[in-house]
């Protein structure tokens, strides 16, 4: 390198670490969920406010916060028309975001509104049922649907077109069951999900596996399906079958990480950055995503970004074979 690329690079070098020593660690550090307690969005909030105070990157809690509605619409809206410069403030987001995104449910503003900053973890969707349910495999539910579509009540987060109804929708269209005959419940996240199968008011949850995870092991819900690859290798997951070996070739992971409000400054989104970057390296950290049933994928900064729109385009053409978008 010539002298003065090299001292250009030094210049470039200096110019960023003095931008980032400007940006200091948030004051009121929060992480909004953008649905009701106890869901998959509740569940990554409360992943990352344990490991960043646990790998001491945080010295103050990260209080967490609910904006329940539209499965994270409310909560896009308000951060990006709000709150866009608010650089404490994270928000989840999942697959399922994404997909409403591609399908334009998150209003006016698209995926190229806020600022993409990290994914920590994937965990894949589910069809559960109570233990006591008849439906004992996959085969069965699908037996119910072909016999009676509109008899079986399915609780869903979210409408028509959402993830949850996606899943059931692709075992549906590979049964040659038409999906628009299927009887939906709309809920708010897997929290509720949760809730209204084990009160009996649904009779199945499509929904994810790090959601249903305590009420598996608590005996009260069994899964039909996980829409992972191959069986997952984990301790309480290894007897539960995937939709590929019943005979139905559908994964579907679910993809979870956080976004910033569109103007939050560069200096802000680097202190997040670095600090999701040591968060996400750690074994310690490793640990706490195994225990709330996530599996490892790690992506921030400019990576992530590209891999957010490519899904979204993704997730487009797919709504348009379904006849959810023009």
């Known amino acids: 390198m010539s002298p003065t690329l090299r ?9 960023l670490l003095a931008n980032t020593a400007f940006a200091a660690e948030p ?9 009701s307690p106890g869901g998959g969005f509740d569940l990554t909030c409360k992943l990352v406010q344990s490991a960043l105070v646990n790998e001491k990157i945080l010295t103050k809690p990260m209080r967490v916060t609910y904006m329940p509605g539209g499965v994270g619409a409310v909560a896009y809206n308000a951060v990006v028309a709000q709150r866009p410069a608010d650089g404490g403030s994270l928000v989840a987001w999942s697959s399922g975001s994404l997909l409403n995104l591609a399908q334009g449910k998150f209003g006016r503003f698209d995926e190229h509104a806020v600022r993409w900053l990290a994914a920590v973890g994937t965990s894949y969707g589910a069809i559960a049922v109570k233990s006591d349910s008849p439906y004992k495999n996959l085969d069965d539910l699908v037996q119910a649907l072909k016999k009676e579509p509109g008899k079986v009540v399915i609780g869903a987060s979210g409408t028509v077109g959402s993830q949850d109804w996606m899943q059931t929708a692709l075992i549906a269209k590979a049964a040659g069951i038409n999906p628009r005959q ?20 649904i009779q199945v949850g499509s929904t994810d596996i790090s959601d249903s995870m305590p009420h598996i092991q608590s005996g009260d819900m069994r899964m039909l399906a996980v829409f992972a690859d191959k069986r997952i290798d984990e301790p309480g997951m290894k007897d539960i079958p995937t939709a590929r070996e019943q005979g139905y070739d559908i994964v579907w992971p679910v993809v979870r990480g956080f976004y910033l409000g569109p103007k939050v400054s560069d200096a802000e989104y680097d ?10 390296a750690s074994d310690d950290f490793a640990t706490l995503r195994t225990q709330r049933a996530l599996f490892p994928f790690a992506m921030t900064g400019a990576e992530l970004d590209g891999y957010v729109k490519k899904q979204v385009t993704e997730y487009k053409a797919l709504a348009q074979e379904f006849g959810l978008v023009q």
Do not use: N
């Open 7 to 15: 001292q250009l690079a030094l210049a470039a070098s200096c110019l």
């Open 271 to 280: 202190w997040w950055k670095t600090a999701f970057d040591q968060m996400l």
């Open 27 to 35: 004051k009121r550090p929060e992480c909004i969920a953008p649905a």
């Open 182 to 201: 299927l009887r939906y419940v709309a809920l708010e996240g897997g929290g509720e999900i949760a809730t209204a199968l084990l009160g009996g008011h």
